[in-house]
C-alpha cells in the first residue's frame, strides 16, 4: 500500500521559514520524481517544485531563490526548505510522487493529503 504524507505545516509570520517533510512508503522511492504542489484558496493547484530520480531540481518563477527542494532516499522523504515567506505563499501543500514513461506520460502518480502553509502577521 503506498502512503504519501506530508508533514511541518503551520502558521509563520511573513519573512519566516518553514521546512515541509513528504515521507513515502510501498514505492522503489529512489527511482520516483518528487513533486510539491501548493494551491491557494480560489485557485488552481500549481507546481512549487521537483526533483528527479537522479536530483535534477526545478522551480516555479514565484519560489526560485526562496524555496529549496532536496530528497534523501535513505529514508524516503523528501523536503521543501521555504525560506523568505509572503502572505502569497499561503495555501496547502501537497507532494506528489510521479514515476514517468520514456514518453513523458506519468506511469505511477501517487499523491499525500496537504498540510496548510498560512504566512501571516
Known amino acids: 500500500q503506498v502512503q504519501i504524507v506530508e508533514s511541518g505545516g503551520g502558521l509563520v509570520q511573513p519573512g519566516g521559514s518553514v521546512r515541509l517533510s513528504c515521507a513515502a512508503s510501498?514505492?522503489?522511492?529512489?527511482?520516483?520524481?518528487m513533486e510539491w504542489y501548493r494551491q491557494a484558496p480560489g485557485k488552481q493547484r500549481a507546481l512549487v517544485a521537483l526533483i528527479t530520480h537522479r536530483r535534477t531540481t526545478n522551480y516555479a518563477d514565484p519560489v526560485k531563490g526562496r524555496f529549496t527542494i532536496s530528497r534523501d532516499n535513505a529514508k524516503n522523504t523528501v523536503y521543501l526548505q521555504m525560506n523568505s515567506l509572503k502572505p502569497e505563499d499561503t495555501a496547502v501543500y501537497y507532494c506528489?510522487?510521479?514515476?514517468?514513461?520514456?514518453?513523458?506520460?506519468?506511469?505511477?502518480?501517487?499523491w499525500g493529503q496537504g498540510t496548510q502553509v498560512t504566512v501571516s502577521s
Open positions: 506528489n510522487a510521479v514515476q514517468y514513461r520514456d514518453s513523458g506520460a506519468r506511469l505511477y502518480d501517487y
Open positions: 510501498g514505492i522503489i522511492f529512489s527511482v520516483f520524481t
